[in-house]
């Protein structure tokens, strides 16, 4: 996994290595890792947790993973390219009210229309591009650190939803939209579709080799003749888009555009890329990783739920999840450059 | 990597059979055993635990369900629908025998009743209706226009016995939530009734929020600095109430010269405490026993196929210097601060 150079370091490091400390950093370094956790976790409360094999709970896991999936995507490709988006959450409830907004059959100004829905969701996905250029444009244009800009990007974005609104959830949405996201047939093979394209692109195209480089190290990447500005823009952009398609299939589900809709998931999100094998240092990264981190944490979720945990336990051992799989990024990235 | 693909086949091995055994002993419980041989489960799922309410809410029902014998499944949302969604669908998957829902709002939980109606699980709201829809539910909730006005009619009979003219400050709550519109309404048809003793000349609009609400009352006393009485659409804005009272030297307690006549609604620990210092002249209480009561008592009822309203109301009552220990076993408030 990962960019070349990463490869290329950890050969030299770990040559002289004994065997078990090479079988065990190539496990940690694996993207099976999370896969075989995932297996393990399910193996060991199946048997404890009613309903949680049962069909019906599997295909509640996939459905609930798909919106997740999406936005990780895009959240995956900005943390390769050296980023961090923080302001998805509030690009997820912009979208949905505004998408809402537009085909309400309540409110919306193209309420009854028939090109409502794909109009809306054109709108939609456009608005996100808009607030993932912005973004974009601020980190590499006015060249602030995206920590910033993204968080308040955040801020800025949840009021607006909020003001949009006036705190008032928007209902009657057409039928042609909310099956999109009360359908496993249509929202699984979306997130799939979406998946499989970054995967493509990250694997096969001369895009994904530069945002893996401008990650890695903006300057070298620069001096090779990488395009690094129009890189992390096209990263942000892509950010907005995947989280404004993850705001189509979460409004969908609820049949509601909420200015309040996914304003607690930003952690799930950081949380399953990272869980995943992306790394927060840059440069690394893959979309199957993030497969497995979002199939992970949904597991999580729904496992301690089903056995009927607390609330406050559950957010203990998410958070405790997460921060390792925190720690053990910065361990990896410390190996590598060791 | 071999070992790695090895350990992974094992893993998925032991899944599958853990499955199969999963499946077995449930399904054949399902056909040979009544469903009353087994204990009835009951899900609950609040949007939040941020206030005491809820938290004594939360409380109350899993206390009452535990009474008459149901396995309890929790789980809370924090604020966040779509996983409100997906815990309400968890609990169907574990077939659960009946499900208590504290709502983000009106509109969001509708797919989730329908969820439940289409599992054919009784579903109960506690405190929060649904918006109109096709979906079938049942909601426990406070008479909130009826308590507001009693509560508010003992104020203006306070008022009365002092023989002066007295100038009203109402905290409104956020108009888009139907039971701070009940709570103004309740407010208004007694205030309308009161003649002229009360003439009301400030209204603040505090969103449920504690900060508005504190400086929207500061501003207005300092604009009527002759206010002489007030009321809030919830306790829980006491606290930046009586700091802009005592900013303005007008905190007092009832019976002392300067009082300002104080109520409020919900019945939290803030008011029980104000009203046993003697600050506070009444609230009016939402009884979390009762509405705990009935949401578990409506699940019962919808199991067994008993005709209910879409609506409880829980009449509530109203707490003032006059009742104040005869009432407080019921008052959730004073069973919170005595903890």
């Known amino acids: 996994m990962g960019s070349e150079p990463a490869e290329a370091m950890t050969a030299s490091s770990t040559n002289h290595e004994p065997r078990t400390t090479n079988a065990a950093t190539r496990l940690l370094r694996s993207d099976s890792l999370v896969l075989l956790l995932s297996a393990i976790l399910f193996a060991v409360l199946a048997p404890f947790t009613d309903g949680l094999a049962s069909a019906d709970n599997l295909a509640n896991l996939l459905g609930n993973m798909a919106p997740l999936l999406v936005v990780a995507i895009g959240q995956t490709l900005v943390l390769i390219a050296g980023g961090i988006d923080l302001s998805v959450t509030s690009t997820i409830a912009l979208t949905s009210v505004v998408g809402a907004l537009s085909m309400s059959a309540d409110q919306g100004w193209l309420g009854g229309s028939p090109i409502a829905m794909p109009a809306a969701v054109l709108i939609m996905l456009a608005l996100g591009a808009v607030v993932g250029a912005a973004n974009g444009l601020a980190v590499t244009r006015l060249q602030m650190p995206a920590f910033i800009v993204t968080l308040t990007s955040m801020m800025f974005l949840s009021g607006l939803a909020v003001w949009l609104t006036a705190s008032k959830p928007v209902f009657g949405l057409p039928a042609t939209f909310t099956v999109l996201g009360s359908r496993l047939l249509f929202a699984l093979p979306i997130a799939a579709a979406l998946a499989g394209f970054a995967h493509l692109m990250l694997t096969r195209s001369l895009f994904g080799r530069w945002l893996r480089a401008v990650g890695f190290n903006p300057r070298t990447a620069r001096v090779s003749g990488v395009p690094v500005d129009a890189v992390v823009l096209a990263a942000y952009i892509a950010s907005g888009l995947f989280a404004a398609a993850a705001s189509v299939l979460y409004t969908a589900r609820l049949e509601t555009g909420s200015p309040v809709l996914g304003q607690r998931i930003l952690l799930d999100v950081i949380g399953a890329t990272v869980i995943g094998g992306t790394s927060l240092f840059g440069g690394r990264g893959r979309v199957v990783g993030t497969v497995f981190g979002v199939l992970f944490l949904s597991l999580l979720d729904n496992a301690l739920n089903l056995l009927g945990l607390s609330h406050f336990s559950l957010m203990m051992v998410k958070g405790g999840v997460i921060l390792l799989a925190a720690f053990l990024d910065t361990a990896r990235n410390r190996w590598l450059a060791a | ?339």
């Open chain 2, 1 to 339: 990597m071999t070992t790695l693909l090895r350990l992974l086949v094992a893993t998925l091995i032991a899944v599958a059979m853990s499955g199969c055994r999963q499946e077995g002993p449930t399904s054949a419980e399902a056909s040979a055993a009544p469903s009353n041989d087994r204990p009835l489960t009951l899900g609950i799922a609040f949007e939040t635990l941020q206030t005491e309410y809820w938290v004594a809410g939360y409380e109350a029902i899993k206390a009452e369900a535990a009474k008459r014998g149901f396995k309890v499944l929790e789980a809370v949302a924090d604020g966040d629908a779509n996983r409100q969604f997906e815990q309400v669908k968890n609990f169907i998957t574990r077939k659960v025998d009946g499900i208590i829902l504290v709502p983000k709002d009106a509109k969001t939980c509708i797919p989730m009743i329908r969820a439940a109606n289409t599992a054919g699980i009784p579903i109960v709201l506690f405190n929060r209706p649904a918006a109109k829809s096709d979906t079938r539910s049942v909601a426990v909730v406070a008479d909130n226009v009826a308590l507001t006005q009693a509560t508010v009619n003992y104020l203006v009979a306070e008022a009365k016995k002092s023989g002066k003219k007295h100038k009203a400050m109402v905290l409104l709550g956020d108009l888009g939530d139907i039971n701070a519109v009940g709570r103004r309404d309740g407010f208004d048809a007694a205030i309308k009734e009161a003649g002229d003793s009360v003439e009301v000349v400030a209204r603040i609009p505090t969103e449920w929020n504690q900060e508005k609400a504190q400086s929207g009352v500061v501003n207005a006393l300092q604009a009527n600095p002759d206010i002489s009485f007030i009321f809030t659409s919830s306790d829980f804005l006491f606290p930046g109430i009586v700091s802009a009272l005592k900013g303005a030297g007008k905190y007092h307690k009832v019976g002392e010269p300067g009082h300002v006549i104080l109520g409020g609604f919900d019945g939290d620990a803030t008011a029980w405490q104000m009203l046993s210092d003697g600050y506070l002249d009444a609230t009016g209480v939402q009884d979390v026993y009762f509405e705990a009561r009935q949401s578990v008592q409506a699940i019962e009822d919808l199991r067994a196929g008993n005709p209910l309203p879409e609506i409880i109301l829980d009449p509530g009552f109203v707490i003032h210097q006059g009742n104040a220990k005869e009432k407080a076993a019921q008052m959730w408030g004073a069973n919170l601060r005595k903890r």
